[in-house]
């Protein structure tokens, strides 16, 4: 039986996008949210559904899914703490594939990572904490395009 929280008809996440087994690479971009679940949602489903919603799930059947490796492009929530002296608030720690997002674009990766998760029915409050972008990705970025030394 569903608990209170997935009534209103939210997905399950947990087993898809909760890999507390996962071992984060050099080239993933790490998020730290600061998640408040809706009363009945566990922490974990929690942050499941904000990788999932901000990386590869949707609420529907695509008919593109067969024919592409969820596990190279979803969001993996691999750690969740409680907050100290806060109440049914916890850090939801997520790993995104640097193969989701395109090459130097601050608008897709913000746009991917917070784009869509903040009005999500399984969460009462959603608040991105920190962000880590590895050097792989800051790479991709092309820079001033007359130089550094034209922008000063």
């Given at each position: 039986?569903a ?5 209103a ?6 087993l ?10 050099d080239t993933d971009?790490l998020?730290?949210?600061?998640v408040?679940?809706q009363?009945?949602v ?5 942050g499941a ?5 901000s990386?590869?799930?949707t ?12 596990d ?7 750690h969740?703490?409680p907050?100290p002296?806060?109440?049914d608030?916890?850090?939801a ?12 674009s ?5 746009t ?9 029915k ?7 904490e920190?962000l ?6 800051i790479k991709?970025?092309?820079?001033p ?8």
């Amino acid at each position: 039986k569903a608990s209170v929280g997935f009534k209103a008809g939210v997905k399950e996440y947990k087993l898809t996008y909760y890999t507390p087994e996962y071992e984060t690479k050099d080239t993933d971009i790490l998020a730290a949210f600061r998640v408040t679940p809706q009363p009945g949602v566990p922490p974990e489903e929690a942050g499941a559904a904000v990788a999932a919603e901000s990386s590869t799930g949707t609420w529907t059947t695509v008919w593109t899914d067969g024919l592409t490796s969820l596990d190279r492009y979803k969001g993996r929530c691999y750690h969740i703490d409680p907050v100290p002296g806060e109440e049914d608030q916890y850090i939801a720690y997520v790993a995104y594939p640097l193969d989701l997002f395109e090459e130097g674009s601050v608008t897709n990766m913000f746009t991917s990572i917070v784009g869509n998760v903040f009005g999500f029915k399984a969460l009462r409050a959603l608040r991105l904490e920190d962000l880590r972008i590895p050097t792989a990705y800051i790479k991709t970025f092309q820079g001033p395009p007359h130089g550094i030394q034209v922008e000063r």
